[in-house]
């Protein structure tokens, strides 16, 4: 099942834009056009606060941050979650996500021989109260479920004015500056994790709390989970606890079949998610 933040599926290979930072365009310079070649198609609008912020292309965040010395990773263990939705909640006071969106969710499974049933009532915010189904249900998990942070992703490629972008640490982001609304990274998310910001009109996703993970702390969400289910760490770090698990444990991907390289990684993942 797809995620809270739904839409169309543009499935297309993708890199960062070439070359230097591209020349800054004007909201009127882009909108014209942009708007014209989005016609038709279907925009989510919802959207972020978006505390964070995030890096300009090309730019450091901090000068004490040395980017080039970090790779991260996201890994999430379904058999631990019990679907609290603590880590929807403190990404929506971290990030000052508005209500009825989500940079991160939870979604329950309940699977049994003649049928399945998959919801996610308030992104798991407020966890999950008992439901009826029309079949027996012989298992049921719950699955959190953000941004991928794709090597290979989509939405960078279809950005027409460079907006979308992959720090060199391995995070996708959104240069606020430059985004122009058209939604088209939106559509082109084959994971459903971004939205349109109503306030402010531009591209809203995680960010794997850029501006905590930068200064040595965690995600929100990573932080507040009481199970461990979350879990971040840096490739680059041969100790670190996530890049061993990658290297020697079953780890799964979503939707590998679409070939984006997605950098959030699952234990135990149920082949009725894949």
């Known amino acids: 099942?797809?995620?809270?933040?739904?839409?169309?599926?543009?499935?297309q290979d993708c890199q960062a834009p070439a070359g230097g930072e591209p020349a800054a365009p004007t909201r009127r310079e882009f909108l014209g056009d942009a708007l014209k070649l989005a016609s038709g198609a279907v925009v989510f609008l919802a959207g972020s606060a978006g505390a964070?912020?995030?890096?300009?292309?090309?730019k450091q965040p901090d000068e004490a941050y040395n980017w080039d010395d970090h790779l991260y990773a996201y890994l999430i263990d379904t058999t631990k979650c019990i679907g609290c939705g603590s880590c929807v909640r403190a990404c929506k006071v971290e990030n000052g996500v508005p209500d009825g969106f989500y940079r991160t969710w939870v979604e329950r499974y309940l699977i049994g021989m003649e049928g399945s049933y998959v919801d996610s009532p308030n992104g798991g915010m407020d966890g999950f109260t008992p439901v009826q189904v029309g079949f027996v249900a012989n298992k049921s998990f719950f699955v959190p479920k953000m941004c991928n942070h794709c090597k290979a992703t989509p939405c960078i490629q279809v950005c027409p004015v460079g907006a979308s972008y992959r720090t060199k640490d391995g995070v996708v982001m959104v240069d606020d500056t430059r985004c122009i609304g058209c939604g088209y990274c939106v559509q082109a998310c084959p994971y459903g994790s971004r939205?349109?910001?109503?306030?402010?009109?531009?591209?809203?996703?995680?960010?794997?709390?850029y501006h905590r993970i930068t200064k040595g702390l965690k995600p929100a969400c990573v932080t507040v989970c009481p199970t461990a289910t979350r879990q971040f760490g840096d490739m680059k770090r041969e100790d670190d606890p996530v890049r061993?698990?990658?290297e020697h444990e079953r780890v799964e991907i979503m939707q590998p079949h679409l070939l984006t390289e997605p950098q959030c990684y699952y234990l135990h993942l149920d082949k009725e998610v894949r």
Not at 1 to 11: E, K, P
Not at 195 to 204: D, E, L, R, V, W
């Open 1 to 11: 099942m797809a995620g809270r933040n739904d839409a169309l599926r543009v499935i």
């Open 52 to 58: 964070a912020g995030g890096a300009q292309p090309g």
């Open 195 to 209: 939205f349109i910001n109503p306030a402010t009109h531009t591209a809203s996703k995680c960010t794997w709390c």
């Open 244 to 246: 061993k698990a990658i």
